[in-house]
């Protein structure tokens, strides 16, 4: 896009490229970092609801109220793109109130991924413009070979349907209050998941109001990491991925747990069984190294 439009994008803020916002403890991006980024050849602030990372959620609307006070005072009127990948088809069944869309002033552009919550499977995903003036004309091709005229505006041509239809027969099949429903028994599995992992005293969960069906949670009090954890669990069948978070909190890793349609109230019970065992036989291990170490270390006292 920036070869397109010849433009050189200097900074861009957001929690999912993890640029200057994400610091130990706030793993978000503040209307503060933003407002002590930006200058007069700021083209966007890229803003994310549902981070990669740790799903969690930009402070849009504060950030937006930020851009309206420099609007004003300085005059640089700076959009806003949100990267609703995740949280841009939960939010509106979730917290229809909640306001991170087209209801502010300067959020432009929103991407959202029809096969993460639009319950579709890949690829599908929109990018939606607030006003067709916000999307310049230069940037459409129309075509006319295929018979009549066609605008497009992508970054690549030939695709196949079926996401599409996949995706109009779920909208129509589930309606809100069908896809309302689904995301509510996410969201409750989600929160069932990290009250349970938050009462062993082994976890701390990082995104801890769970505003996605997101669970990402930290290790404390235990010799083993995340990694190890990971691995335990691959062998029961699970994949849980274990990360570091990006720049500025790279010395904190993580385990991710994407609630899904299909992930139950069940699948949360024997997942989280499994997580204490795998614990525990992690912790056994790390004792009989440890008796293995002191073993040694009394043999060689006596020889
Ligand atoms: C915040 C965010 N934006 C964008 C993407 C990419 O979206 P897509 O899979 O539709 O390309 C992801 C992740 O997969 C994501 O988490």
């Known amino acids: 896009m920036c070869k397109i439009t010849e433009t050189e994008i200097t900074k861009v803020?957001?929690?999912?490229?993890?640029?200057?916002?994400?610091?130990?403890?706030?793993?978000?991006?503040?209307?503060e970092d933003i407002k002590a980024e930006i200058d007069e050849n700021t083209i966007a602030v890229g803003a994310v609801?549902?981070?990669?990372?740790?799903?969690?959620?930009?402070?849009?609307?504060e950030i937006n109220n930020a851009l309206l006070e420099i609007k004003e005072t300085k005059g640089w009127d700076i959009p806003i793109h949100v990267d609703?990948?995740?949280?841009?088809?939960?939010?509106?069944?979730?917290?229809?109130e909640l306001k991170w869309d087209f209801r502010l002033e300067q959020v432009k552009s929103i991407n959202v991924s029809g096969h993460k919550y639009g319950l579709v499977y890949p690829?599908?995903?929109?990018?939606?413009?607030?006003?067709?003036?916000?999307?310049?004309?230069?940037?459409?091709?129309?075509?006319?070979?295929?018979?009549?005229?066609?605008?497009?505006?992508?970054?690549?041509?030939?695709?196949?349907?079926?996401?599409?239809i996949a995706q109009?027969?779920?909208?129509?099949?589930?309606?809100?209050k069908g896809y309302k429903n689904i995301m509510e028994n996410m969201q409750e599995n989600a929160h069932y998941l990290a009250s349970k992992l938050n009462g062993t005293n082994k976890f701390e969960v990082i995104n801890k109001s769970i505003?996605?069906?997101?669970?990402?949670?930290?290790?404390?009090?235990?010799?083993?990491?995340?990694?190890h954890l990971s691995e335990k669990l691959r062998q029961k069948g699970w994949i849980v991925p274990a990360y570091t978070l990006p720049a500025n909190a790279d010395d904190i890793a993580v385990l991710r747990m994407v609630v899904?349609?299909?992930?139950?109230?069940?699948?949360?019970?024997?997942?989280?069984?499994?997580?204490?065992?795998?614990?525990?036989?992690?912790?056994?291990?790390?004792?009989?190294?440890?008796?293995?170490?002191?073993?040694?270390?009394?043999?060689?006292?006596?020889?």
Request: proline fraction near 4%.
């Open 84 to 96: 609703g990948a995740s949280g841009g088809f939960t939010l509106p069944f979730l917290y229809p």
């Open 13 to 31: 803020m957001s929690s999912f490229s993890c640029i200057s916002g994400l610091k130990e403890d706030i793993y978000t991006i503040t209307a």
């Open 260 to 303: 899904k349609e299909s992930f139950s109230k069940d699948m949360v019970e024997m997942l989280f069984t499994d997580i204490m065992e795998s614990i525990e036989k992690l912790e056994q291990s790390e004792e009989e190294r440890i008796k293995s170490k002191d073993k040694n270390k009394n043999a060689t006292l006596l020889y």
């Open 168 to 176: 109009y027969y779920n909208l129509i099949r589930l309606g809100m």
């Open 123 to 164: 690829g599908i995903g929109w990018l939606i413009f607030k006003d067709k003036t916000d999307l310049p004309e230069e940037l459409i091709f129309n075509i006319n070979y295929l018979g009549g005229i066609m605008p497009n505006y992508s970054l690549n041509f030939s695709k196949g349907s079926s996401t599409i």
């Open 49 to 61: 609801v549902g981070t990669t990372f740790t799903g969690q959620m930009d402070p849009i609307e």
């Open 211 to 227: 505003i996605f069906p997101i669970v990402t949670v930290q290790l404390q009090n235990s010799d083993f990491t995340v990694f």
